[in-house]
T-cell receptor
Framework: DVKVTQSSRYLVKRTGEKVFLECVQD?????MFWYRQDPGLGLRLIYF???????EKGDIPEGYSVSREKKERFSLILESASTNQTSMYLC?????????????FGNGTRLTVT | SQQGEEDPQALSIQEGENATMNCSYK?????LQWYRQNSGRGLVHLIL?????REKHSGRLRVTLDTSKKSSSLLITASRAADTASYFC????????????FGSGTRLLVRP
């Protein structure tokens, strides 16, 4: 089974801090994704990566950046955390393009920015 | 705007009953996927149905797809308390190989 591991289940950070969310997958998947999930807004794609060092903006990239230096690891960076970034963050990976392959999700990181 | 809209938003049934959730979408799709999310956890993939398929089964799950109506349904038969979760449909559209558009989900409660 694919395992996608997010480094923290819960995080509390202060406004203005730089925040790193880490995600590792163990199945040699090509693609990795970061979503945020908010009540009433569903899951929204922040960034995705289809190869090492390659990244593409999703629907809500503002205030975020990402890094993929190794195939198995995809990091989400909040450059200067703000209270409106309080959310559940979900990392996912897929073997191939989503026209053929499902997403495999981690258990999420619930981030609170105070 | 949401591509997929689930209906109902919430559903409460007795253990042993069947649960049916519906999903409608707006644009042409490559496939439609269903996911389950237990409270406070990540999503788990259930079934992927391609645009040229009409029905698919997996254990107690049955998914149908009607591309003419732009809708799908997920049926869970003989439900169990462990099926209590939120269920999301997600569509892979023609214009992107790397984006799934998620609906807002149906919260299912199965009472013992």
């Amino acid at each position: 089974d694919v395992k996608v591991t997010q480094s923290s289940r819960y995080l509390v950070k202060r406004t203005g801090e730089k925040v790193f969310l880490e995600c590792v997958q163990d199945m040699d998947h090509e693609n990795m994704f970061w979503y945020r999930q908010d009540p009433g807004l569903g899951l929204r794609l922040i960034y995705f990566s289809y190869d090492v060092k390659m990244k593409e903006k999703g629907d809500i990239p503002e205030g975020y950046s990402v890094s993929r230096e190794k195939k198995e690891r995809f990091s989400l960076i909040l450059e200067s955390a703000s209270t409106n970034q309080t959310s559940m963050y979900l990392c996912a990976s897929s073997l191939g393009a989503l026209i053929d392959s499902p997403l495999h999700f981690g258990n999420g990181t619930r981030l609170t920015v105070t | 705007s949401q591509q997929g809209e689930e209906d109902p938003q919430a559903l409460s049934i007795q253990e042993g009953e069947n649960a049916t959730m519906n999903c409608s979408y707006k644009t042409s799709i490559n496939n439609l996927q269903w996911y389950r999310q237990n409270s406070g956890r990540g999503l788990v993939h259930l079934i992927l149905i391609r645009s040229n398929e009409r029905e698919k089964h997996s254990g107690r799950l049955r998914v149908t797809l009607d591309t003419s109506k732009k809708s799908s349904s997920l049926l869970i038969t003989a439900s169990r308390a462990a099926d209590t979760a939120s269920y999301f449909c997600a569509t892979a559209t023609m214009d992107s190989s790397y984006k799934l558009i998620f609906g807002s989900g149906t919260r299912l409660l199965v009472r013992p």
